[in-house]
């Protein structure tokens, strides 16, 4: 092989106990081969996988660094996107997307100047048409780290687009929003509203859910939000903050190798 011994294949001839003549060898040889380069090519697909994975949470790390609570909502609009896509029975390939998907969502944010981003108090109108920019960013950003991603940027893009249109960066209704950012907004907007700020406090977490539910089919998708709904009053009663975080970092655990985890320290 190119890299040494790839493997062993054991083999038997029965018919001709034991012994093989020499056009049989060639063909095992040539065989042996195309097994071996397999392996190696499993091998660089993985590490090429690790090196992307790795390129793609220092990305999310650098907006983390800027932005403490933004690295700490990442991780629970990551806990509930998940939780709403294990509620719709999302194949591995989709749920993986979405994963990823919700740690990037606000990439975008990374072009938003540090003023804007840190202000303790209430955005003006001008500095929130900025911010509303940050779907547009992340989704260049991410569409320039190739095809890899390309499951990835609808998410991305579309997560503050409203069911009734008029949400944003393109106004996009019902159906076509794509439904990672319909599960992500709901995650996001959840998360958004039970939060303290410097400018406000957090909702109560059953007021939160009431708000979900008074703009099912106007804010948010209504298959979504009752999957939200359903699935976050399923949860157990009452989990620490810290659980809540600590759960997050196994789940994607699942998904990224330990040498690559950025959130471990949070």
């Known amino acids: 092989g190119r890299r040494g011994v790839q493997g062993a294949i054991y083999i038997d001839n029965r018919i001709a106990a034991g012994r093989f003549s020499q056009a049989d060898l060639e063909l095992l040889s ?15 697909y993985q590490a090429t996988q690790d090196m992307f994975l790795n390129m793609t949470l220092a990305l999310a790390d650098a ?28 194949a591995k390939a989709e749920g993986d997307a979405l994963r990823l998907s919700a740690i990037l969502h606000d990439i975008g944010k ?3 100047a540090d003023s804007i981003l840190r202000k303790p108090g209430r955005l003006s109108e001008e500095e929130f048409s900025t911010i ?27 997560h503050h687009e409203r069911i009734d249109g008029h949400g944003y960066p393109d106004g996009l209704h019902g159906d076509q929003i794509p439904q990672s950012a319909r599960i992500i907004a709901v995650a996001d907007a959840f998360d958004a509203m039970t939060t303290d700020r410097p400018y406000r406090p957090g909702l109560p977490v059953e007021a939160a859910l009431q708000e979900i539910r008074i703009n099912l089919d106007a804010q948010f998708d209504r ?4 999957a939200f709904l359903a699935a976050y009053g399923a949860r157990p009663a009452g989990p620490a903050a810290k659980e809540e975080i600590e759960s997050v970092q196994q ?5 990224i190798p330990s040498e690559l985890f950025w959130l471990s320290r949070v």
Do not use: C, W
């Not at 040539?30 to 660089?44: C, D, H, M, T, Y």
């Not at 298959?223 to 009752?226: A, H, K, L, Q």
């Open 30 to 44: 040539l065989f042996a081969n195309q097994a071996a380069i397999a392996i190696e090519n499993s091998r660089l």
């Open 63 to 90: 907006i983390e660094q800027r932005d403490q609570y933004t690295g700490e909502h990442v991780l629970r609009v990551v806990r509930y996107s998940v939780m709403i896509g294990g509620a719709l029975g999302l």
């Open 110 to 112: 990374i072009g938003v």
């Open 132 to 158: 509303r920019g940050h779907p547009t960013i992340g989704g260049r950003i991410l569409d320039h780290m190739g095809q890899q991603l390309a499951d990835v940027i609808p998410g991305v893009r579309h």
């Open 223 to 226: 298959d979504i939000g009752d």
């Open 251 to 255: 789940e994607l655990r699942k998904l």
